[in-house]
């Protein structure tokens, strides 16, 4: 059963205007702490009631460290930036870390980790990689499909305090194919695509290599594991060893070793259509209706481990966006995921490929007109709202498991921050004064999705060591205390309540400040 189906609503129903900042607190059953957030710039630090306690003026995915600094991009456009930048409680530039090799393009995520083989603190991110025509062509893609000029395809880098790379790891070295016997990555004599979930297709049906081809727009590293989980907005989630693919000392021989067998991935999770292990989404004979086939998620973001002492300690969690899932009304969820759970519902410790644990029926209230699901037994637990117009975001986005067993849940295209309880019970919520280019509001009038927009929200304990010896006064609200007045240059969309077509760049949306237009 999926929690929170027959639980209540949340509040920020499908609705044309309505009230910012604090909407709702339950002071019995939230979990009490400290939030943050970035917005267009900056970021802010609230309290539960709303107040602000501490900002900064960095804000596009940000999140503090146990030391108290703030780590963010270096731009405020999660899609794109040039390197990363930490800044300690006063605002004051403390690391600074810039991607200068050609063909490398950081975007969306990084993590802060303790390499434990190098007893040195060092910084992951995900970058795009250039692949060329002729080495596309080399790793057996398709030439009928090309030309592959601009290719790109995810690496996950780390480097330490010196900004010196000590790892990487690439898709690209973990390829494989079925069309050119002539390679050494063709899958053999009488085996086909199926037999090798833990690499990926070089010829994704429908998807020939190009720029941003995976786009991956979140990771996490597991200390315990030794381990990066990343996750493709596509569809699909990827585990990956660190731990025995990495040689302390030796950047070299770690980069050798990621890109060999020992580097494939340990599990995958969302979509088993392209390795050829389930039913892809396909329209019906009959046009009005559709299915997800075995598809779990699609435009997923923010996947992450839940951390040790948590309820759900060990396992993933991912935010499902709820694109490219056929569904009449896409609806977004939050999903959990066990991934070592076999057919009998056993957890065997170790992990499991999703279509050997294999699916449940899920059906629908009628009057959401969404067809039945096939659900992965590997997900144990799961949110979305129980009216399917109140909760959808079709990017950006963020989910995060409290002490308390509630979850946070960041909603990005209508900066809607929300907090339930395991059976979905809405106990706070917030929405994000602050718009790109109206300054800050009290009440949210209709408006292009993005105005007021949130990548991500964090809560943190009053004990949390970030906050430790920190003075927490309330200042006031955003609204009252830190007032932005609408951005006086030309606007290139509409403004609230005035409808009309989008004019961003890119024609996928601009993330605000800064930052450019951008796929998600």
């Not at 039913?279 to 481990?305: I, Y």
């Not at 966006?321 to 009304?329: A, E, I, M, S, V």
């Not at 410790?349 to 050997?356: E, F, K, R, S, T």
């Not at 609408?486 to 009309?500: A, E, L, T, V």
């Amino acid at each position: 059963m999926v929690a929170g189906l027959g639980a209540h609503p949340v509040q920020a129903y499908e609705r044309l205007q309505g009230p910012t900042e604090l909407l709702y607190w339950d002071k019995t059953n939230a979990f009490n702490g400290y939030t943050l957030f970035g917005t267009h710039g900056t970021t802010y630090l609230i309290d539960m009631a709303g107040q602000v306690v501490h900002s900064w003026r960095l804000g596009t995915n940000p999140r503090l460290l146990e030391n108290g600094n703030l780590l963010d991009a270096s731009r405020d456009d999660p899609s794109g930036f040039q390197g990363l930048v930490e800044v300690d409680w006063d605002g004051r530039k403390v690391w600074e870390y810039t991607e200068k090799r050609e063909g490398y393009a950081p975007h969306h995520d990084w993590v802060r980790l303790f390499n434990k083989k190098l007893n040195a603190w060092t910084t992951m991110y995900i970058a795009n990689k250039s692949i060329s025509h002729d080495q596309a062509i080399a790793a057996g893609a398709d030439p009928r499909k090309g030309p592959y000029e601009g290719g790109q395809m995810d690496a996950v880098v780390e480097v330490d305090k010196d900004g010196k790379v000590v790892w990487e790891w690439c898709f690209f070295d973990h390829v494989v194919q079925d069309v050119d016997a002539g390679k050494s990555n063709y899958v053999g004599q009488g085996k086909s695509i199926a037999d090798y979930p833990n690499r990926i297709n070089i010829n994704l049906p429908g998807r020939p290599l190009k720029r941003d081809w995976l786009h991956c727009n979140s990771m996490d590293y597991n200390a315990e594991l030794d381990q990066v989980v990343v996750n493709s907005v596509q569809g699909e989630l990827y585990v990956i060893d660190h731990g025995n693919t990495f040689v302390p000392g030796d950047p070299e021989a770690s980069i050798r070793k990621a890109a060999s067998p020992a580097g494939d991935f340990l599990y995958r999770f969302g979509d088993p259509a392209r390795y050829a292990q389930g039913d892809p989404p396909r329209v019906l004979e009959n046009w009005d209706n559709a299915t997800s086939g075995h598809k779990q998620m699609g435009g997923a973001h923010d996947v992450h481990w839940i951390k040790p002492g948590l309820p759900g300690a060990g396992h993933l969690m991912v935010f499902n966006n709820g694109q490219y899932l056929f569904q009449r009304t896409p609806q977004s969820s939050i999903l959990e995921i066990n991934p070592f759970l076999n057919g009998s519902g056993q957890d065997t410790g170790g992990y499991i490929n999703p279509p050997q644990a294999g699916y449940v029926r899920e059906e629908y209230d009628r009057d959401t007109h969404n067809p039945p699901r096939q659900v992965s037994r590997h997900v144990v637990w799961a949110y979305r709202s129980l009216n399917n117009h109140g909760f959808f975001s079709q990017i950006g986005c963020s989910g995060q498991r409290l002490p308390n067993g509630n979850t946070l849940i960041c909603s990005d295209t209508e900066g809607h921050l929300f907090e339930v309880t395991s059976s979905g019970a809405l106990v706070w919520e917030y929405i994000n004064p602050v718009t790109r280019d109206f300054g800050t509001l009290k009440t949210m009038p209709d408006s292009l999705p993005m105005v007021n927009s949130v990548f991500r929200a964090y809560r943190y304990s009053a004990d949390s060591p970030a906050l430790k010896g920190r003075e927490l006064k309330p200042l006031g609200t955003i609204t009252d205390a830190f007032p932005r007045q609408p951005d006086p240059r030309p606007k290139d969309r509409s403004g609230p309540g005035k409808g009309g077509p989008r004019q961003g760049k890119g024609g996928e949306g601009n993330r605000g400040g800064r930052g450019e237009g951008r796929p998600q």
